[in-house]
């Protein structure tokens, strides 16, 4: 079974909203990264955060984890029309990665 | 130039035939990743490798088989495809706790 279960599974929001979405996971990991797919498209990595971190920023994502709860969140603020994708999470137990099913952002310009 | 390449982008191939998905990394990563996407499933890891001989299983191996004789290649065989093999197949490669960066994907059909 997968590590990783994105929720929700799809949002929709208007442009310039902020996009929230969660991920949950079933054990121990060393980091745990967020990914996003364009339509058709291979996955691009936007950000890493270790086991020991709570928070980490990067430009307009902030992902948050919580290792007690095994779960992670990624906001996306000041949303734009260019972020429409598919945003997985990861999660990284040494040798592997382990992705959830994703969810899908569609961005109302 | 740099990067990871999956060949070929597209493959039709039929049930109980033979196919291998090629994918070529230029950064000497370490580790290379075989995953199959599919829609409910997210991406499911089939085989990773930690290094040039060094294979091992991930969540949905069954039917595949992989080889790495070289570092920055990472080929993936179907040896008798069947149609739940159909899927969109991405390569990647990283670092021992890094990120990983993805191929392109190829999109195989098994009729």
């Known amino acids: 079974s997968q590590q990783g279960e994105e929720d929700p599974q799809a949002l929709s929001i208007q442009e310039g909203e902020n996009a929230t979405m969660n991920c949950s996971y079933k054990?121990?990991?060393?980091?745990l990264q967020w990914y996003r797919q364009n339509s058709g498209r291979g996955l691009v990595h936007l950000i890493l955060?270790?086991?020991?971190?709570r928070e980490k920023h990067s430009g307009r994502l902030r992902v948050t984890l919580d290792t007690s709860k095994k779960s992670s969140s990624l906001l996306i603020t000041a949303s734009r029309a260019a972020d429409t994708a598919s945003y997985f999470c990861?999660?990284?137990?040494?040798?592997?990665?382990?992705f959830g099913t994703g969810t899908s952002l569609t961005v109302i310009p | 130039d740099a990067g990871i390449t999956q060949s070929p982008r597209y493959k039709i191939t039929e049930t109980g035939r033979q196919v291998t998905l090629m994918c070529h990394q230029t950064?000497?990563?370490?580790?290379m990743f075989w995953y199959r996407q599919d829609l409910g499933h997210g991406l499911r890891l089939i085989y990773y490798s930690a290094a040039a001989d060094i294979t091992d299983k991930g969540e949905v191996p069954d039917g595949y088989v992989v080889s790495r004789s070289k570092t920055e290649n990472f080929p993936l065989t179907l040896e008798s495809a069947t149609r739940s093999q159909t899927s969109v197949y991405f390569c990647?490669?990283?670092?021992?706790?890094?990120?990983?960066?993805f191929g392109q994907g190829t999109r195989l059909t098994v009729v």
């Open positions: 955060i270790r086991s020991n971190e």
């Open positions: 990861a999660t990284n137990t040494g040798n592997q990665f382990y």
């Open positions: 990647a490669s990283g670092y021992l706790n890094t990120e990983a960066f």
């Open positions: 950064w000497s990563h370490s580790y």
């Open positions: 054990t121990s990991i060393n980091n």
